[in-house]
């Protein structure tokens, strides 16, 4: 199974800043990832698509970027809203697995 | 505006199968996207399941050593998730989720927790 592992596990950030999160595959996955957001006592949100797509209705200050494998999540400028869990996920192979979670919490 | 629902019962006890259904609403499920379960431990991260097909087919998650099995009923909308002998460690909040041909789950369903006794 291709595992993907996800840096930082966690990240304090203020509104207003940058934040970058990577996901690295254990092996080349060409493009084949996406991104979610993930609130408390929700369901995941689909956030990317394809490594850089963005999905309908999502933000344009989240943008995603990298190929092989690595990735990056970046979000411009936080908002209040976007403090929550973020999961990477390939499906380049069977079976699809998904990166261990990485925490943006307000500092 | 594409609506999944799970349905099953919340507490299983130890060794016995525990069973969910998915009901899709606002759109066939009778279509080239496949349907797949996914779940989350409490406090843990996401673990997919499997993934079945309009047709049939299905693809499952190897960890979980041939316990697994899905069924999709066209007729009703709705596709299945069957998990035997289950343990303490398969207690989480399982969600049905449709995956779109990028490869990504576009939709989800709120959850179904299932806790397993002893």
């Known amino acids: 199974a291709i595992q993907l592992t996800q840096s930082p596990s966690s990240l304090s950030a203020s509104v207003g800043d940058r934040v970058s999160i990577t996901c690295r595959a254990s092996?080349?996955?060409?493009?084949?990832l996406a991104w979610y957001q993930q609130k408390p006592g929700k369901p995941p949100k689909f956030l990317i698509y394809?490594?850089?797509t963005l999905e309908k209705g999502v933000p344009s200050t989240f943008s995603g970027s990298g190929s092989g494998t690595d990735f990056t999540l970046t979000i411009s400028s936080l908002q209040p809203e976007d403090f929550a869990t973020y999961y990477c996920q390939q499906f380049k192979s069977y079976p699809i697995t998904f990166g261990q979670g990485t925490r943006l919490e307000i500092k | 505006q594409v609506q999944l629902q799970e349905s099953g019962p919340g507490l299983v006890k130890a060794s016995e199968t525990l069973s969910l259904t998915c009901t899709v609403s606002e759109y066939s499920i009778n279509s080239p996207y496949y349907w797949d379960w996914i779940r989350q431990p409490p406090g843990k991260g996401l673990e997919w399941l499997g993934s079945i097909y309009e047709s049939g087919s299905a693809y499952y998650n190897p960890s979980l050593n041939s316990r697994i099995s899905m069924s999709i009923d066209t007729s009703a909308n709705q596709f299945s998730l069957k998990l035997r002998s289950v343990t303490a460690a398969d207690t989480a909040v399982y969600y049905c989720t449709r995956r779109e041909a990028s490869g990504g789950f576009d939709y989800w369903g709120q959850g179904a927790l299932v806790t397993v006794s002893a």
């Open positions: 092996q080349g996955i060409s493009t084949a």
């Open positions: 394809d490594a850089s």
